[in-house]
């Protein structure tokens, strides 16, 4: 009883956690924007583990990723939105942990300056989900 009292008063908290969606969210964007933040924190430990040729292309992602969030941060400072939200999008195909955090954090920033609330929940949602450390998701 307690458990549906707390759902209904705190949608986005249980969203973090990964106990209810949020389903709110009308555009979505991206391979991992429609998938819940557990799944992809799932999908992103499966490509952590790996053999030495596949830990070589994982090094090749992580600079594609973080590639991505610098052109998304440079879009975002021109306040070209719409654009950083895109790259932000792409660059969420090559990263680890850390750099979907990120990735889903800048992604929450444009998407909460484009006037779109719940996919900025979302985001810090799945930013938390995928790194419970990085502050600027809670």
Known sequence: ??????????????????????????????????????????????????????????????????????QGNKLLAQNDLLAAYAQYSAGLASADASDAAKLFGNRSAAALKLGWPDAAIEDACAAVSADVTYARGW
């Open 1 to 70: 009883k307690k458990l549906a009292q707390l759902a209904q008063s705190s949608a986005p908290q249980l969203c973090c956690l990964g106990l209810q969606p949020h389903s709110s969210r009308t555009a979505r964007t991206g391979r991992f924007a429609a998938m819940p933040p557990l799944k992809l924190v799932e999908l992103v430990k499966q490509r952590g583990q790996s053999s030495s040729t596949t830990a070589r292309k994982a090094f090749v992602n992580a600079a594609a990723a973080t590639a991505a969030k610098e």
